[in-house]
């Protein structure tokens, strides 16, 4: 209901504003910055200024005194220093309440603003050489996030698992089974030595895998364990793509057809002086990514000895992305692949695909875990991390997924173990799941009082406090919308803190059940049930779960 309210205040808007100034315009609502000004707001007074030739606060004036009289019904209109602000009427709110509970329980929060777009979602893609780790779970937990966003805002939306089981990491996987099997004295020098390996090459020994099959063995029962994990961490795929497959489909060659016939792949002998300098291979085979992007240089895309290299079989596997049909192809990097940004999307728009396609990256920043006060320190170099599993151990799933989202994926995040484990209201997820849970109390309460929802008066619903949880209610398919749209799934759990919040401090101020005034009692059990509704369908979208007892 509040997107079909939203949509039919801006056709209205937009039919008067060409009748009044004979100016055809797109109106797009939002919040004001603060309630004072009510529930939606237009600045499009400030964009017909400079065609009009007239100033924004007169333009907004003419538009606002003709609008007051054919939204009467649904709204109270103001104009304020040039921006037209829209006050709902508590009967609009009302019916809203209503239809949460009673029409639009599973699916309210949709919306269409994806129009059926086909998007494909690549997270995680850790290496198949060991454990996850807590920067590929706060991307699990960020990605899977996106998809669910954007599947309830009307995207076609896949996610997306690759798997690198080829070239020099999987040989040297390989090597340090081996070294754990003691079939070689040493580790290699760029080889794994975490304990993980141990159950690996013992279970290796078991299956009777051959030494120069070690590599891609070993790999295979690292990934199905990731792929568990994920699992546990309620992630799923859709699609598992695999390095090798890629090499062995012909889509490098087909690649590499494609640029040549851009004319945008040369020799590194024969690039311009200035860009063969820091080349060591001049028979090698260069993308000139630097003709997009000046501060890019040339990249290597086949070595001499005729292997392609990382990024020319990652942008195969890229162009296969859009050529399976998706439209919009978002990847999720760790934080030191800034870098690599530019030249893959210097490789898509020589291959035309960003010509109608879209391509973004989401570079998911480091996670510090602390404990105690402290930064938990761990060693890369001695194969010592903190693994996913042992996270989800520690703090469980649903304080793990809300936590890596209370920040924008590419900020920094330091995540409290204690506070994650605590139980009690200073802990987010508690602070929220609890609302859910206070509700389903509050329900069986009533219903052992003698009072239930087909008691409800709910034009009773008048108090300050009531409209505006009505308010927030309002505004929830938006906050998914916009998420969706943004790739900002972080702004699911402030919307549920906020909206917390709000009820908490309602709760405590207002007796929800009297059985000596059943209709109050039933009227104010409808605004609670469609808050419980709305805080477990966005605690849905992130994957956490939404008790009913705590």
Do not use: C
């Not at 040339?298 to 890229?318: K, Q």
């Not at 605590?422 to 987010?428: A, H, I, R």
């Amino acid at each position: 209901m509040s997107q079909t309210l939203k949509s039919r205040l801006e056709k209205i808007i937009e039919s008067k504003v060409l009748e009044i100034f004979g100016e055809k315009v797109s109106v797009r609502l939002s919040p004001p910055r603060s309630p004072e000004y009510g529930d939606y707001a237009t600045n499009i007074a400030f964009q017909l200024a400079k065609p009009l030739r007239r100033p924004p606060v007169q333009i907004a004036s003419e538009l606002g005194d003709r609008l007051r009289d054919e939204l009467a019904p649904i709204a109270e209109v103001e104009v304020v220093s040039g921006f037209v602000n829209f006050k709902l009427r508590l009967p609009i709110l009302r019916e809203l309440v209503y239809e949460i509970v009673n029409k639009h329980r599973d699916d309210y929060g949709e919306n269409p603003v994806g129009q059926g777009q086909k998007v494909l979602v690549e997270f995680v893609s850790a290496n198949p050489t060991g454990p996850l780790n807590v920067v590929n779970a706060r991307a699990a937990a960020v990605g899977d996030s996106i998809v669910r966003l954007m599947r309830k805002s009307g995207y076609l939306a896949d996610a997306e698992y690759y798997v690198n089981d080829a070239g020099a990491q999987i040989r040297a996987l390989g090597e340090s089974v081996a070294w754990r099997l003691g079939e070689r004295p040493d580790l290699p020098e760029d080889g794994y030595q975490g304990d993980y390996l141990v159950e690996i090459a013992r279970r290796i020994r078991e299956m009777g895998v051959k030494r120069q099959d070690y590599g891609k063995a070993a790999a295979d029962l690292i990934l199905k364990s990731q792929l568990e994990s994920l699992r546990r961490f309620r992630v799923n795929f859709d699609n598992v793509v695999r390095e090798s497959e890629v090499r062995a489909s012909g889509l490098i060659d087909k690649v590499i057809e494609m640029l040549r016939e851009a004319g945008l792949i040369t020799k590194a002998r024969e690039l311009p002086d200035g860009l063969r300098d820091e080349l060591r291979d001049p028979d090698s085979i260069v993308l000139r990514t630097d003709l997009f992007f000046p501060d890019e240089k040339p990249r290597v895309i086949i070595r001499s000895n005729g292997e392609p290299t990382y990024f020319m079989v990652d942008l195969a596997y890229h162009y296969d992305k859009f050529r399976r049909g998706y439209e919009w192809v978002i990847d999720l990097w760790g934080p030191d692949h800034h870098g690599y940004v530019p030249r893959m999307k210097a490789g898509l728009k020589g291959l035309g695909l960003l010509e109608n396609g879209r391509f973004d990256v989401l570079i998911v920043q480091q996670v510090n875990l602390i404990r105690d006060g402290k930064r938990v320190r761990m060693s890369k170099r001695r194969g010592e991390f903190f693994t996913m599993d042992q996270l989800l151990d520690e703090v469980g799933v649903d304080a793990a997924r809300f936590f890596f989202l209370l920040r924008s994926s590419n900020a920094h995040l330091d995540f409290d173990l204690d506070l994650a484990r605590k139980l009690g209201s200073e802990n987010p997820v508690y602070y929220v799941q609890y609302v859910h849970a206070r509700i389903a109390s509050l329900m069986e309460h009533a219903q052992k009082n003698g009072v239930s929802l087909s008691d409800a008066d709910i034009n009773r619903l008048e108090l300050p406090e009531e409209r505006e949880l009505m308010r927030k209610l309002l505004y929830f398919p938006d906050v998914v919308g916009g998420g969706a749209q943004r790739l900002e799934p972080h702004v699911i759990p402030h919307y549920l803190l906020d909206l917390a919040g709000t009820y908490h401090n309602y709760y405590q101020k207002h007796r929800i059940v009297d059985p000596g005034d059943k209709a109050l009692s039933g009227a104010r059990l409808y605004l609670s049930e469609a808050v419980r509704v709305v805080v477990r369908n966005g605690l849905e979208l992130i994957g956490v779960s939404a008790p009913t007892r705590m």
